[in-house]
């Protein structure tokens, strides 16, 4: 670290600084991400491309007291950087550590916890008629990637703010031409000719910034017949925003001095800046894609293919896809803008014509599939668990209700480790089994994913698949299309006594626990249809019952158990084992499993503890039963 950044311990020491200092900083500041992405792993293209446009609203605007919302929040290192976490960035996420996301919590900086796209104009909107009702003259800021403009909501909080022409409302537009996968549609199109207008542009900075009124006032009325010639008329006018740009986002020559007059305007302003992500990185510049999220690597080298021969859970459902696809011509690929994290990158190579990115429009993509299910189409919605509770109306009235065939792929079930609680899937199996036609299936391994991904591509109606994050256990799926029987779990070990049923990804820390204890382990497999009749079996022949699910205890696949408990009158102690009803933090997947209690010690000890087996050795216990 050298000295300019060493300085700067909070935004109002960067505003002590000169203009002249601010480019050598941004140098020293892009450097400084790079080195501690690299050490700790984290987003890295998105947080090179905002290094100029972060100091640039920081020294410009009286942070905290004005308000910078972050849209997302994987561009924000830079702003963590400069406000006072600086020497807290070898923790960045890990456990106790500093997240990779903005959290109110974490820092008064951080107006607005944020980590999904595209609600940053809604929230600065809300601060922005908060000021205003207070009678408080703070500025509000959204700061929102073009990749988030896509999704609905962007859309929903620019026709409500428009109407509002004494609010201190800024939206930044950083336009980089790239979300995380490439970008799609009829916006991106739209940036694109407003970028091709740079003569329009320069002329109307420049009017803005130097005219007197008399003369700026008759260039504002040349403007409005002008316009249309140059470039297409801007729909962010028409939302009622006064709109400004595009300009370059690393040049910090054009960005103080506009934000500065920006900043002594009333209502609604739109600023376009175009950046690039990866920059002063020229690896990442070259693929943003690949060092979007990074593990831990050599800034030298850059980074290598991974050494594991384990396939992950994204890459099985990526071969079924195309297998599927081949044998089905009906079958239709669909993402909310997840191509690379979702593994569909070769579905699209083969099946271009199958293939559908609907942007950052989770919503979209359900009733987009629904449509295609009327006409007798076969969708396979690939989406994260997190993601899909943004189009749960969706779900229950454009499908379910109707019965429709759509297939789920449900990556990124239950904990995700750095990414935290914004991104974990802990409450699908509770959100997901409570809607009538619902098929809810978990994987236990590879092999079982791919199967139940062809039982529920083959069940005539709604079928949701859960796996989780990274790899598998090491097992190979087998090549066939074939299904596993509905509702039907597997016995997979014979205890006595205690009864363990294990959803998805505890069945393997659920046997190892058993073998202590010599209990019975069920791999149950489908959360609904719930297998009924296993579980009278079960409770029949064993006096303790067990269930074990990577997911929110409340409402989950133990609830299910108790609730066919229940309605068949059956009187047995059972205990629920699963996620507590907290939000866990981020930090390495194993510890917080072990935090949770759900790695095979913490279920051997919660059974002990629970049925007062504790000081019971384990062999004398199989004899005793």
Not at 263 to 276: A, D, I, N, S, Y
Not at 422 to 431: E, F, K, P, Q, W
Request: charged share 20%; aromatic share 6%; hydrophobic share 40%.
């Amino acid at each position: 670290m050298t000295n300019l950044l060493q300085k700067i311990n909070s935004p109002a020491d960067l505003r002590l600084m000169s203009r002249h200092q601010l480019k050598p900083l941004a140098d020293e500041l892009r450097q400084y991400v790079l080195d501690s992405v690299s050490k700790t792993g984290g987003h890295l293209s998105s947080n090179l491309g905002t290094v100029e446009l972060t100091l640039a609203l920081h020294y410009v605007f009286n942070t905290p007291e004005d308000r910078l919302v972050w849209d997302v929040g994987h561009q924000t290192y830079p702003h963590k950087i400069l406000t006072g976490r600086r020497d807290q960035m070898h923790t960045l996420r890990q456990w106790e550590g500093i997240s990779g996301f903005p959290r109110r919590n974490e820092s008064e900086y951080d107006t607005f916890g944020t980590a999904h796209s595209s609600t940053s104009i809604s929230a600065a909107l809300g601060m922005a008629l908060a000021a205003r009702t207070q009678g408080n003259n703070r500025h509000a800021v959204a700061i929102i990637g073009d990749g988030s403009m896509t999704a609905g909501m962007a859309f929903e909080a620019l026709n409500n703010a428009g109407v509002y022409d004494d609010i201190n409302l800024l939206v930044v537009l950083n336009d980089n031409d790239m979300s995380i996968s490439p970008p799609v549609g009829a916006l991106n199109r739209y940036l694109a000719r407003l970028m091709s207008g740079k003569f329009y542009a320069a002329a109307r900075n420049v009017g803005k910034s130097v005219l007197p009124s008399p003369v700026l006032e008759l260039a504002k009325r040349f403007e409005e017949h002008a316009k249309g010639m140059l470039v297409p008329a801007t729909m962010f006018e028409e939302f009622g925003f006064n709109y400004i740009g595009p300009i370059d986002g690393h040049d910090l020559d054009s960005l103080i001095p506009t934000l500065q007059n920006i900043r002594q305007l009333k209502g609604p302003q739109f600023l376009h800046v175009v950046t690039k992500k990866g920059q002063g990185y020229k690896l990442a510049e070259a693929d943003p894609v690949l060092y979007h999220g990074p593990g831990k690597f050599n800034p030298a080298e850059g980074i290598k293919p991974s050494a594991s021969t384990k396939q992950t859970y994204t890459q099985v459902f990526g071969q079924w896809l195309c297998d599927m696809a081949a044998a089905d011509q009906k079958l239709i690929g669909i993402t909310p803008a997840m191509r690379e994290g979702s593994g569909m990158v070769e579905f699209e190579k083969q099946f271009p014509q199958r293939y559908y990115d609907v942007g950052i429009a989770e919503q979209h993509s359900v009733t987009f599939a629904a449509g295609l299910a009327c006409e007798g189409l076969k969708p396979v919605v690939a989406i994260y668990s997190t993601f899909l509770q943004r189009a749960y109306d969706q779900l229950i009235h454009d499908v379910a209700l109707q019965n429709l065939d759509v297939t789920f792929a449900l990556d990124r079930a239950g904990l995700v480790g750095a990414d935290g609680a914004t991104h974990a899937g802990n409450y699908d199996l509770a959100y997901l089994r409570c809607i009538p036609n619902m098929v809810v299936m978990a994987a236990s391994d590879e092999n079982e994913c791919r199967q139940m991904l062809t039982t529920g591509y083959h069940h005539p109606g709604p079928a949701a698949v859960r796996y989780p994050r990274g790899a598998g256990i090491g097992v190979t799926p087998d090549t066939a299309l074939s299904s596993i029987p509905l509702g039907k779990a597997e016995l997979r070990r014979q205890g006595s006594n205690i009864a363990i049923m294990a959803f998805g990804s505890m069945l393997q820390p659920a046997l190892k626990a058993a073998e202590t204890l010599n209990a019975t382990v069920v791999n149950m497999r489908f959360i609904k249809p719930l297998d009924q009749e296993m579980v009278e079996q079960l409770a029949a022949s064993h006096d303790m019952l067990v269930t074990v699910e990577e997911g929110c205890v409340m409402g989950g696949a133990g609830s299910a158990v108790a609730e066919a408990m229940a309605a068949t009158s059956i009187s047995k102690p059972l205990l629920l084992l699963g996620l507590p009803d907290k939000f866990i933090d981020h930090g390495d997947p194993g510890l917080l499993l072990k935090q949770c209690g759900l790695d095979a010690p913490g279920i051997e000890a919660s059974i002990r503890q629970r049925f007062d087996l504790t000081a019971k050795p384990a062999a004398k216990l199989a004899v005793n039963q």
